[in-house]
């Protein structure tokens, strides 16, 4: 009698699965490189990478890091599914060369959050097209329920994005959505794929992982003022985290601090230089675009009542009292805070916002 073979079950779910999982490892760097090279060199940027230069492609690669075709086309496609590389292979992430010349590891982990927050999609491939980015509304249902257990994360798995608009789920909804897996045994099923994803969630920065339950890193503590709706929670804790690894740099601290009194206030403002409210995309959340202050100086700089010239003096309005005049003019910005960019941000700020 003939062993009785179950049909295969194929299932409508977030499907991710890299080739190299280590983003600080050679083979990921290398591959990358290579592919940023070759778009750079030899695609058409209106039409991408053809089939004929997808060969060259793949043969390329294999001389490197010889295996099989079915492996070298995933070790390419992690590429398009983590955002690195855009639909077709037209193009790449602006941070993409940022990343592989980044040396600094925690910066490094930054610069890969933010490319794959993003621009990621998991169903794109060399010779699909997609925008669908699971894991920015992943991180959106993180930030709306506060944390997320391994159960959970396969909910959100098996979540068709396109039918929750504002782009996240509610506790209410996770918890429906729960319902519905665990009835359908799909925990049994995809725990695999499960456990994947939530490790490479565990990459990323502002991630903390407790045993089988992931949250927003507790040790970055946000003001209120930072939470405004139109400001996007998670890049603007990246941009929090950036200034904070920025300023342990510059001044060899282990620690963020003020970067005038250059004290460990337990909070801390990334303030904007140049309105958050008036940048673009690329400006909104750029390092050089702010400044980490305590907030009693952020709510100064940020209202228009001091400002600083290119060497770091502070500029006081003449609508402060005198005694907050004197106060403030103790301090003033180190040269090695006031790169270029900045200082061009800055003159925007004296320009536009410093009340005179």
């Known amino acids: 009698m003939k062993d009785i073979i179950k049909p295969q079950i194929y299932e409508d779910y977030w499907q991710i699965t890299l ?7 050679k083979p990921f760097n290398n591959v990358l490189r290579i592919i940023v090279d070759f778009i750079d060199k030899k695609v058409d940027k209106t039409i991408g990478i053809d089939t004929k230069g997808y060969k060259e492609l793949q043969e390329i690669i294999m001389k490197i890091y010889p295996k099989s075709d079915i492996s070298t086309r995933k070790s390419i496609n992690q590429f398009y599914k983590l955002g690195f590389i855009d639909n077709y292979g037209k193009s790449y992430h602006y941070l993409t060369r940022k990343f592989l010349n980044e040396t600094n590891k925690e910066q490094k982990r930054l610069l890969y959050s933010k490319i794959i927050y993003d621009n990621s999609s998991f169903s794109r491939s060399y010779n699909k097209a997609s925008n669908e980015n699971e894991m ?36 209410t909804e996770l918890s429906s959505q729960l319902s519905k897996i665990l009835i359908d045994e799909a925990d049994e099923r995809k725990y695999n794929q499960r456990n994947f994803l939530f ?98 100086m952020d709510s100064l700089f940020d209202n228009g009542y001091i400002t600083f010239d290119d060497d770091g003096n502070i500029i006081a309005s003449n609508k402060l009292d005198k005694d907050v005049i004197k106060y403030v003019s103790n301090f003033k910005l180190d040269k090695i805070t006031l790169n270029k960019k900045r200082k061009d941000y800055m003159d925007y700020h004296r320009n536009y916002v410093f009340i005179k």
């Not at 080739?19 to 490892?25: A, I, M, R, V």
């Not at 969630?201 to 939470?227: A, F, G, Q, R, W």
């Not at 300023?247 to 620690?255: A, D, I, R, S």
Request: charged fraction near 25%; hydrophobic fraction near 35%.
């Open 19 to 25: 080739e190299y999982s280590d983003f600080y490892g």
């Open 136 to 171: 920015k509304f992943l991180l959106k249902t993180l930030e709306s329920c506060g944390k997320i257990n391994k159960e959970e994360l396969l909910a959100i798995m098996f979540t068709k994005i396109n039918s929750f608009p504002k782009g996240y789920l509610t506790p």
């Open 199 to 296: 490790k490479l969630c565990s990459n990323l920065t502002d991630i903390y992982v407790n045993k089988n339950i992931m949250s927003l890193d507790p040790s970055i503590l946000i003001d209120t003022k930072e939470k405004t709706k139109v400001r996007d929670p998670y890049l603007q804790r990246l941009y929090k985290i950036e200034l904070i690894n920025e300023c342990k740099q510059l001044y060899n601290v282990n620690k963020g601090q003020c970067v005038l009194e250059h004290l460990a206030y337990p909070i801390l403002i990334a303030s904007h230089i140049k309105p958050y409210i008036q940048c673009n995309d690329k400006e909104a959340f750029d390092v050089n675009n702010g400044l980490l202050l305590s907030k009693n």
